[in-house]
T-cell receptor
Framework: EDKVVQSPLSLVVHEGDTVTLNCSYE??????LLWYKQEKKAPTFLFML????IEKKSGRLSSILDKKELFSILNITATQTGDSAVYLC???????????FGQGTTLQVKP | NAGVMQNPRHLVRRRGQEARLRCSPM?????VYWYRQLPEEGLKFMVY????????ESGMPKERFSAEFPKEGPSILRIQQVVRGDSAAYFC??????????????FGEGSWLTVV
């Protein structure tokens, strides 16, 4: 059965810290891995990764995929309280939006 | 450029009543997905629709749940004879018909259903 496992499940840091969130997957027909940020409402799209070793970057956030070891990481540098959210990892197969989500990592950034 | 629009945002129903959740996709998007998020759980795929067609309903419970995306109007997720276990956040997402978009989907704000 396809699955996505995220770790840690929760994390508390202080502003300015750097965090690394992990996502491992076991899938039969991988096409892409996606990261979303959820702040008690709509999950908002962060990154879609399809190729190994190519880092995607957006401001203080970056992500990379390792298709050989079947994992991805999401890095957030110089964290701010506004980064507090649940970060969701999901994989997609085929060419549709049917995604398998992990359970999420809850990040709390304290002032 | 409006995003995915869902209504109602919050809905309270008594056990046995019906719940109807509506979703209008982003402009230019022809694919609609419904996901459910139970308390303390991750998002789970329910159904994938295009206009007038159900493409994949493998995540839908076999009974009481149905979905449609008519030629005109929003997509509707219908839950008949609701039970307490149906209490959850129901998210709609949409994507364009484009090979370049891959698996990327964009979510609405969600509809929070509470069954009392």
């Amino acid at each position: 059965e396809d699955k996505v496992v995220q770790s840690p499940l929760s994390l508390v840091v202080h502003e300015g810290d750097t965090v690394t969130l992990n996502c491992s997957y076991e899938v039969t027909n991988f096409r892409s891995l996606l990261w979303y940020k959820q702040e008690k409402k709509a999950p908002t799209f962060l990154f879609m990764l399809t190729s190994s070793g190519i880092e995607k970057k957006s401001g203080r956030l970056s992500s990379i995929l390792d298709k050989k070891e079947l994992f991805s990481i999401l890095n957030i540098t110089a964290t701010q309280t506004g980064d507090s959210a649940v970060y969701l990892c999901a994989f997609g197969s085929g060419n549709t939006g049917k995604l398998i989500f992990g359970q999420g990592t809850t990040l709390q950034v304290k002032p | 450029n409006a995003g995915v629009m869902q209504n109602p945002r919050h809905l309270v129903r008594r056990r046995g009543q019906e719940a109807r959740l509506r979703c209008s996709p982003m402009k230019g998007h022809s694919h609609v997905y419904w996901y459910r998020q139970l308390p303390e759980e991750g998002l789970k795929f329910m159904v994938y629709l295009q206009k007038e067609n159900i493409i994949d309903e493998s995540g839908m419970p076999k009974e009481r749940f149905s979905a449609e995306f008519p030629k005109e109007g929003p997509s509707i997720l219908r839950i008949q004879q609701v039970v307490r276990g149906d209490s959850a956040a129901y998210f709609c997402a949409s994507s364009p018909f484009s090979a370049d978009s891959g698996n990327t989907i964009y979510f609405g704000e969600g509809s929070w259903l509470t069954v009392v």
